[in-house]
């Protein structure tokens, strides 16, 4: 297994027109301006990973490439990964394609919660996430989507109830044929049914402490918005 590196060590050792630490990860942007250099930078990108043995995360949108780098054996950065970005941008400098070093983000959502373990299991199944420890967050209890996609939710420890209403309200939306096994799941995890009136646009459920989740499909949500307009 490859040594992990120190964040700072590893900023420092790649290069600062393209890429930046973020959230654990090694981050850049490229904006490729056309769908088809997108494309090209792309291709170029896995010929490279296929031949290190190590591949990264990547996102072709127009007009832009977004990739990450992170050895998930190793929980971290590790010289492959210094290594790739390198050869990476070593391409985009061959194809005249700029690094958006600015660019680079990860979101994160924090739940305060005053008994983690009962509200874990509702956002775990309503999210469809699963648990790993993210080393940014100091050891707390988080959960991450499968596919890479989705946002970190991670869990704050509170010391004492807060008198206003829910301190979150998340929407999910799900294809329509997902959507009551994902709601029974939620409930089965410790959530309860707050309102089904609009179902199957959506289902309004609560985690133990009260804070929301809507799970939402396709299915009325024209006819909800005009009555949400007309009402």
Known sequence: ???????????????????????????????TETFVRGVELVRRVADLAEAAGHHPDVDLRYPRVRITLTTHDAGGLTAKDVDLAARISAVADELGIAGEPARPHSL????????????????????AYRDEVVPDLGGSPALVDPDGVGPVVWFQQMDA???????????????????????????AAGGRLVSDRRAPSFWVLADPEGNEACVSTWKDRQQDRQQDRQG
């Open 1 to 31: 297994m490859a040594a992990t590196l120190t964040y700072a060590a590893v900023q420092s050792a790649v290069d600062a027109r393209h890429w930046r630490v973020v959230l654990g990860a090694l981050q850049a942007s490229f904006r």
């Open 161 to 187: 109830p807060r008198p206003q209403r829910g301190r979150i309200h998340l929407d999910v939306d799900v294809p329509h044929d997902v959507a009551p096994d994902r709601v029974a799941a939620a409930i």
């Open 108 to 127: 994160e959502i924090a739940i305060d919660a005053l008994n983690i373990p009962s509200v874990l299991p509702f956002w775990r199944a309503v999210l």
